[in-house]
């Protein structure tokens, strides 16, 4: 098949068409309008395509065609380059503008091509021809290592998922009691591992197996309480990865492309505490505990990075801080209503607690990411569940 696709500053609305086709093209041409910048969202856009290929030893013959849609003699050459070819042409013009994307439209349907509308909420497109239209359902649904190739980023490094799942024993129990652990983080702190070791005999070990204290309960490193940070993101990603997400990373470092942060001011290397990718749609998770947080910052740094992943991106950030005034019914919390509100206006979904609640935990992640509980855990929550409430009844 030979795919043509109208090349944009939003790439994620034409990717997962470019996606689902993958092995089957054999010629990809980018129309691109005369604008510089749009010129240079093309070369990007073939560049990220090759390296795709590359990667996947695909053989695809890649063209790009600068086209002025406001010229009548480029519509007529174009309408002239495509007139009588075979139905094998897709027009692939998610996002794109209107008058272009009418004008090619007409130039392929009346050369018995066929014309693809991507729909990012649904994960569907609309196959058009001059019999009609079908909707399909996306059958290729990209990991977050494709879909940041396409998007011409790089991952630098990442948390091995394997080792995090290896100390899941310690992880739940150094961070199933909030105010147990930010004593421990403290006592840490302070350097005080004997008084440690005689209030929680129980946690040493598994402190020791997290790599913050030696076999003699002496703290490794000036600041080994600080990678209390990090082992909270490895415990959130294994309540995360109970969920059916396409794929997940963990503490990930992205380069994103350079192109695209200069035009969109934003930093060159991003970190990510959890990313996540369900058909098609980004969604990340930062992680926080303690009360050293910019909560406004931290929702604008969010609300940047889904502008650069496009409209269909969702973040939610994760803080658990120390209850400061347990004698009263409601402490003051870091993310207080105007700053939920104002963080809900953009798409931030908000998780702040005293303490970690598993079952409040899942339904910020359902309404943040629109993701269910797999099978598996789906049934357990459910067995769990009634276990509990027939321990109520029986007390």
């Given at each position: ?153 790089i991952i630098l490094e990442e948390q091995s998922k394997e080792e995090i799942v290896k100390q899941k024993e310690e992880l739940e129990l150094l961070f199933s ?26 946690v040493i070990e598994a402190l020791q197996k997290l790599d913050i204290v030696d076999e003699h309960s002496n703290m490794k490193g000036q600041e080994a309480f ?170």
């Open positions: 098949m030979e795919l043509l696709t109208i090349v944009h500053a939003r790439k994620i609305d034409y990717l997962p068409i470019i996606y689902e086709f993958t092995g089957k093209i054999t010629r990809h041409i980018l129309f691109h309008d005369h604008d510089k910048i749009e010129r240079d969202y093309a070369y990007e856009l073939k560049a990220s395509i090759e390296n795709f290929n590359k990667k996947y030893n695909i053989e695809t013959e890649i063209a790009m065609i600068e086209i002025d849609e406001d010229s009548k003699k480029d519509m007529q050459r174009i309408a002239e380059v495509f007139s009588g070819n075979s139905k094998e042409i897709y027009l692939n013009g998610a996002g794109a503008d209107t008058a272009l994307f009418t004008v090619l439209s007409s130039i392929v349907l009346r050369n018995e091509g066929h014309v693809v509308a991507y729909d990012n909420d649904d994960n569907t497109y609309n196959l058009i021809s001059k019999d009609g239209f079908f909707n399909k359902k996306i059958e290729n649904n990209m990991n977050l290592e494709d879909f940041l190739l396409l998007m011409g980023d009691d909030a105010k147990r652990m930010f004593n421990i983080r403290f006592l840490l702190k302070q350097r005080k591992t004997k008084e440690l070791k005689k209030r929680y005999p129980k600080v990678h209390f940070g990090y082992l909270f993101e490895a415990f959130v990603y294994l309540h995360v990865e109970k969920f059916a997400f396409d794929d997940v990373k963990v503490g990930a470092r992205i380069r994103f492309d350079e192109g695209q942060v200069e035009r969109r001011n934003i930093e060159v290397s991003n970190e990510f505490d959890i990313l996540t990718i369900k058909e098609n749609k980004i969604g990340f998770i930062e992680c926080k505990i303690g009360d050293s947080l910019d909560p406004l910052g931290s929702i604008y740094k969010s609300d940047s990075i889904m502008e650069y992943f496009g409209q269909s991106a969702s973040s939610l950030i994760v803080n658990i801080e120390r209850n400061k005034t347990p004698h009263k019914k409601k402490s003051k919390k870091n993310f207080g209503e105007s700053l939920i509100y104002r963080a809900e206006t953009k798409r931030v979904m908000i998780y702040n607690a005293f303490d970690f609640s598993t079952n409040k935990f899942r339904t910020k992640i359902k309404q943040a990411f629109n993701v269910e509980l797999k099978e598996e855990h789906k049934k357990q929550f459910e067995k769990d569940g009634l276990k509990s409430l027939q321990d109520r009844w029986e007390r």
